[in-house]
């Protein structure tokens, strides 16, 4: 278990923990450590044991999952519907529902973090993806469901002998605006498009199931942190009390798409509201954020959980509440179902007595949850009789699992740079690589934060080591690189043929709680790099491991530095990966999922400011690539391949008109937008195809990002993601590209106030270096 | 008690701390606590509890101190007098004789660092002056003597007051040959000629009484660590068991001339021995080394000490011996007297039982430690009538002792960049100072290792802003700088009227068992550097506190840093003498004592090569300024004033002659160099006088280094320190220095096998620019 042991410390909630080992240290101790996975062979419905539970109607799965819910929450008492409002949910023997525990989770694979899933002797790991930033760089939403399904599988499995629970909170989708946000990593990057396929795509594998009823769910995920949580701990203002200021045109622009997308596109069966407060008040105490938008606009079927111990957090640290009843009644009321925590649990009851809260209320949130696992199966009686109940520890960590972890890291791998000559080397003509820096033979760093216990380690140095002869010498004592030992370096790098340097961060950088300070390399990380390049005689590859970007101008502009690669973290199998792209048996396809600013950036910008539009008169330059104007080390989708491709349109209209009434306001002069609600937007679609040609002999999955520049109006982005795809090209080929353009949906800009609209007049579109102009007219 | 809550473990031996606390836990755990600080009002011969005692000669003052000693010695058992080779040295009641501890430390004030010495509300703490490698910065002998008086006089009130002891084991003056040492902090510098002034002058400073007699001792001051000790834990590499190989070229020529400056010169009470072999022979068991060279040629009056554990260390962890009876029997018959630790005391007895080792021989080595503490006054009765019985706390951290060490550290500094228009600052237009940097606000970090409990600090911070409005940001969360904290530094070095950046090391970086592995500036400082020199709109002050020099070539020719100051660890008034630099009321004088070397010097040297000449062979480019070629960063001897200096010499021979008999073999044109042995050149000198003359209008501490270039004969330095002088010049003003130079000593070299000779032909004197050739002929 050396995984677990020397991780870092991670505290979800300082307040439950300072409970958990000083007020009722002997107690609760104990129940900390016995909650960690599910209790084996006990579920809901066991009618083998107990025959008089086939008489409840919330057993009988013929009846519709409401019905069954219905009849369940009739017979419990209010203080076991209490119970069941907290992630650790009570038994209720009279019925033989046994406790369950709802925390768990699977951000890039099946992980021990939550309280509800352990490895163990019978299954002591499972697959480790990458961590989601670079999964995203993959720009392949058929690749993130189908790690979503490998997840599940293996979840499903470890859930059949007691070691896993049925509901995983993952993904992370908030925005990832900021280089320095400690969690930008667990996220899919910095665009709204990108992160809401991603969302969609990561909790349709998880969720979706072979059966007809799409009702059922093979794992539950669940979409966090709603929403504008995007600071952790930055010069000391904490997440949990961060109050971000979002304008409405960028809460609805930028920080909510991937929520609705989530929602609506993926149908997930859960929703986390954040620690944050947003516009002065808790996310998880306002009933515009959660009964309006996410049941009343996006029409979530499924539960709303609090991040964990929020509700505490918002009573004692933001004091947004005068009690803790209050708190408990304001969060049910706004429309939170379960609490991560056990403060709805404790306070419910003094809730209700004080009228701050309704039963209704109650019984309301403890439905959706009950639903939740109605669909999960957890009603159904014996799991061996499930659909999944086959699956077990053969189902984890197989070959093609594995294989998969190893496909995704390559996938991801962005080839920033890459001078004549540099890559991919060839093992034929390099007999000797030097293979240097704090990350150069990384395992845990590899596979993130929100992790499990991996399968197997494949560091750089050994994917390396497998295929050519190699010399090793970290450089530097660790990540942080106080003092680098560079002549070591030098040293082995000055007699090998070639010389791969794998720099970057890890947690101790980067993390929840850890939001950085600047973007530079850590410690004295550049000058090893400098100093190796100088003495090396072969080609430098400089690999980058991070999650957030990294100012490394300086290697950008060093022709000793012959090719960057950026690899993300990139999970178990990232060794491997990241030499089968130096070694050309991958041609690597990945583009960047966020912008790499340089330190100058970072040092203009306070991390608290969320407006994400520029403001000249106060020098702040905006964020993301659809808003800054400034330099970049590398730009948003920024991303080589070994050869080019080459892009040609060969179908797009280049008027699109839109067919209005008379009356229509838009038909006069001053009319500038078109409503997205508007009736004759409704269905107004177009093609785009695009011929993309691999010129080189070696085949590339490419992939192509269609962006659109709007009329400059509202305050639009000046450059928006449309779609993307990615496509195989075998070498010398050809080959066609469509894409589906909906006129509402995808040209649509958001205005100041929060409506959507298509801008008339002309967009102009992009893919590469070429640009079309598209009008759009009444 | 926060500075000692707050020190890094310092292990001085691994074996003993074991010793301590695993196998007598219990007992010897207490033992440990207990023997720190004297037993109070304890003492030898206090007639006034036991008149019996008068009548034993030990007592008798009027008796020489050979035939107390004699006395003593006589009436002890072999058990009394073995529990007397130790450092905690036990009690012999029948003769009122109470237990001593020997081991105090007082490298740069009284230090509670061993268990002799400790603080208490009764004297919460003591003088902290600069750590020696900055006060040799200064080159004033003068000024090395007044902070050992001033050291021992609160020494002696502390022993007045039971806190204290009488024997310390300071100072460290082995050559500071290579920049990584952890040690360098603590010693004078890589010159032979300074290095030998600094241990006579501390030495005296800390040993001379008022009393005519100069047998007394005020306190016994040791010279340490003899031989050739230089690298402390180096790429794995450790004290405990390093072999330097040192030729006798080198050793005669370079490692031991302190040491003998230090006997011979500064009548040192004691010589340490240390861990390391030399050219495989452990010191502390030579007895060509101990008994040959200090017993023998340098006649030392006192006692040789072991370094803590070193005759354990030689069989345990060098296995020089085949049992520890046989380790106890060798140092003693090779001139050990004393044992810092508990190895002599426990396996002597077995020792002399095995016939390994005479009766006589320790009571040689007795009669060395008890004619110590004779001359210190330890056996003539109660301290309070004693020449110093009248100090005590208030003698302690006067106004007096706390001044000199500002003037120490004012003396030390060193100016090593200026740019027109840079330092000194003005208060009057200066509004705003940025102070900016991890050891800014340094306060423990000043004091070094081997220190006491100051009786106040002053950081840079607090020095600065006594004299003018400040901001302040460390930009970096320590001195190891992972992750520098660079916006909040650049936004307030863009709004202030000049900028002071404090960097450099502590303890965390280079310390005793810490070598360096790189000598940049650690982590990410470089960065902060140049970020908030790019920012700043005024001057530019870069401060270096460190041991080592530090390869900060960036800043050299950065035009933006308009200053470069080093401040080594200034000691408790640190932060007031830089500030009474930067704001001109203290003309810098302080030059450097030791070379800064770029840092590709240490990824081609190893640190385990003791060879102070280049082999060019094997690219080995040699040590100190003395024999080094290549680049420096700053060398040996740099250091600017305000102002210039202009240096004339008025008065130097042209030629030395040298008178020799008719048959002198040097007599033949084949003679090259002449004996120093040789009568003829005994008491053969001359006088050299400079004019030197300050422009300025300030007025100006003067530094004038004296070196000469000897025929190249025997490999001899290219360059060597002959003499040096501090002088005060008044602005506009001119002064005349003179150096005596004896021929034989002065003009003198090494030759391979060890002898001293001096070469005839032409030596060139240097000072400053100014090139002066001298021709020594027959």
Redesign the interface.
């Known amino acids: 278990m050396a995984n677990t042991e020397n991780r870092e410390p991670k505290v979800y909630s300082v307040s439950s923990v300072f409970l958990c080992f000083s007020i009722f240290y002997a107690t609760v101790l104990l129940n900390c450590n016995h909650v960690h996975g599910q209790t084996s062979s006990v579920f809901a419905c066991d009618v083998a044991k107990n025959a008089n539970l086939s008489s409840y109607g919330f057993c009988d799965k013929s009846l519709s999952v409401e019905d069954r819910v219905s009849d369940l929450v009739k017979r419990l008492t209010l203080q076991e519907k209490i119970g069941n409002l907290g992630n650790s949910a009570v038994e209720v023997s009279r019925l033989g529902i046994p406790k369950y525990e709802w925390w768990s989770e699977a951000l890039h694979g099946v992980s021990n973090i939550g309280p509800g899933t352990r490895f163990s002797s019978l299954v002591p790991g499972a697959t480790s993806f990458p961590m989601p930033i670079l999964t995203a760089a993959s720009f392949n939403t058929t690749l993130f469901q189908a790690i979503g399904s490998v997840v599940s599988t293996e979840a499903r499995a470890m859930y059949n002998v007691g070691l896993a629970g049925l509901t995983y909170w993952s993904p992370n989708i908030n925005i990832f605006r900021d280089p320095r946000w400690g969690r930008g990593q667990e996220t899919p990057g910095e665009d709204p498009l990108l992160s809401g396929k991603y969302a969609a795509g990561y909790v349709k594998g998880l969720q979706q199931t072979d059966d007809e009823d799409t009702d059922k769910l093979k794992v539950a995920a669940c979409c966090k942190h709603y929403t504008a949580y995007d600071v952790d701990n930055w010069?000391g203002v904490q997440r949990y009390t961060f109050n971000a200021v979002v304008s409405q045109q960028d809460l609805d622009d930028t920080f909510q798409p991937p929520f609705k997308s989530c929602v609506i596109d993926g149908n997930v069966a859960s929703v986390m509201c954040s620690y944050n407060q947003v516009n002065g008040k808790p996310t998880c105490a306002d009933p515009d954020l959660l009964k309006g938008v996410i049941r009343g606009k996006w029409k979530l079927n499924g539960y709303i959980v609090s991040d964990c111990d929020s509700v505490e957090v918002l009573f004692k640290d933001q004091h947004y509440t005068k009690t803790p009843e209050e708190a408990a009644a304001k969060t049910i009321l706004s429309g939170l179902d379960l609490d991560c925590g056990n403060y709805l649990s404790q306070y419910t009851g003094g809730a209700v007595k004080q009228g701050l809260v309704d039963e209704a209320s109650i019984n309301n949130a403890v439905s959706n949850n009950f639903a939740t696992l109605m669909r999960l199966g957890f009603f159904d009686g014996d799991p061996s009789k499930h659909p999944y109940g086959n699956l077990g520890p053969k189902d984890v960590c197989t070959p093609e699992n594995r294989e998969l972890a190893r496909e995704a890291a390559r996938q991801g791998i962005v080839l920033l740079k890459n001078s004549p000559g540099s890559l991919p080397l060839s093992s034929k003509s390099i007999n000797s690589l030097a293979v240097i820096g704090p990350n150069a033979n990384a395992t845990r760093v590899m596979i993130g934060n929100y992790e499990g216990i991996p399968c197997k380690y494949t560091s750089p140095l050994q994917g390396l080591t497998a295929l050519v002869s190699t010399t090793y010498a970290p450089g530097c004592?660790d990540?942080?690189?106080?003092?680098?030992?560079?002549?070591d370096a030098?040293?082995i790098a000055a007699s090998a043929d070639a010389t791969v340097i794998v720099v970057g961060a890890n947690l101790?950088?980067e993390a929840e709680s850890l939001d950085?300070?600047?973007i530079?390399l850590?410690?004295?990380q550049?000058?090893l790099v400098s100093?190796v390049a100088s003495a090396s005689k072969g080609p430098v590859i400089l690999v980058i491991m991070s999650g957030g970007g990294m100012d490394v101008s300086f290697a950008k502009s060093n022709d000793k530095i012959t090719s960057i690669l950026w690899v993300g973290y990139p999970g178990e199998a990232g060794g491997a990966a990241i030499a089968d792209v130096i070694f050309g048996s991958y041609n690597p396809s990945g583009r960047l999922p966020m912008t790499w600013y340089p330190?100058s950036y970072?040092?203009?910008v306070p991390m608290t400011n969320m407006n994400m539009r520029a403001d000249p008169a106060i020098g702040y330059p905006g964020r993301t690539y659809r808003f800054y104007k400034g330099e970049t080390v590398f730009s948003f989708g920024d991303g080589m391949s070994f050869g080019t491709v080459e892009h040609k349109i060969v179908k797009v209209p280049q008027l699109v008109s839109v067919p209005l009434a008379e009356d229509h306001e838009c038909r006069s002069l001053q009319c500038k937008s078109l409503d997205v609600a508007d009736e004759h937007c409704q269905n107004l679609a177009f093609d785009i195809h695009l011929s993309v040609k691999n010129t080189a002999k070696m085949s590339s999955s490419h992939t192509v990002l269609l962006f659109f520049t709007p009329p400059d109006v509202h305050n639009a982005p000046q450059k928006h993601l449309l779609g993307f795809q990615k496509v195989e090209l075998p070498g010398k080929s050809e080959g066609i590209v469509k894409f589906k353009v909906d006129v509402c949906k995808d040209l649509s800009v958001v205005d100041e106030v929060g409506n959507r609209k298509v801008p008339l007049g002309e967009h102009m579109l992009h893919v590469g270096n070429l640009k079309y102009p598209l009008s759009v007219r009444i």
Do not use: H, S
Request: charge should be positive; proline fraction near 7%.
């Open positions: 010069k004592p990540v942080q690189c106080a003092n680098a030992q560079i002549d030098t040293k101790a950088i950085r300070i600047n530079l850590p410690g004295q550049q000058q100093e330190q970072v040092e203009k």
